[in-house]
């Protein structure tokens, strides 16, 4: 049974006949997570790096990098998964609407992404970013496997 989780958006399973699936990654990053021995995993959907607004962050803190990364690992240990366990995969990042680059916010979701991992010294498994192409994440929570979608083209393990 696929659980679709939206933009802004953030679902956690440890039901094995669940796949967690995300759609339309522009600029926007998928964070997937997994722990293999607990079986629990999640999806993040979130569309800016960082939350200058304090109201906005609380009203929509899925909206952005520096409070959704957090609370997708909180909420997978609060299932029993554990930070040295977890497999990290990212796919997004792209610049779909800002061809001229002149915002660059596909780069800086990615470069928020990175900074925020690495200051708490989590490591990325593996990874489809960047480029001008929209994205479809897929987390089998049975596996762990993630798949990629390319716009146009089908699913490739990740």
């Known amino acids: 049974m696929d659980i679709v ?20 990654l522009g600029s926007c990053i998928g964070l997937t997570v997994y722990d293999p021995q607990a ?15 304090s109201e906005r962050a609380e009203s929509k803190p899925l909206m952005f990098a520096d409070t959704a990364i957090p609370l997708l690992f909180k909420s997978c240990y609060k299932k029993g998964a554990v930070k040295g366990r977890m497999v990290v995969k990212v796919a997004g990042g792209a610049q779909v609407l800002d061809a001229s680059e002149q915002f660059m916010i596909g780069k800086r979701n990615y470069a928020a992404l990175r900074k925020i991992l690495f200051r708490n010294n989590v490591f990325i498994d593996a990874e489809d970013i960047g480029g001008s192409v929209s994205r479809t994440v897929r987390l089998s929570i049975a596996t762990g496997e993630v798949s990629v979608k390319v716009f146009g083209q089908k699913y490739k393990v990740l």
């Open 39 to 53: 079986r629990v995993g999640g999806i993040l959907h979130y569309m800016l790096p960082e939350s200058t607004n």
């Open 5 to 24: 989780v939206g933009i802004a958006d953030m679902k956690i399973s440890d039901d094995p006949r669940v796949a967690l699936v995300t759609h339309s």
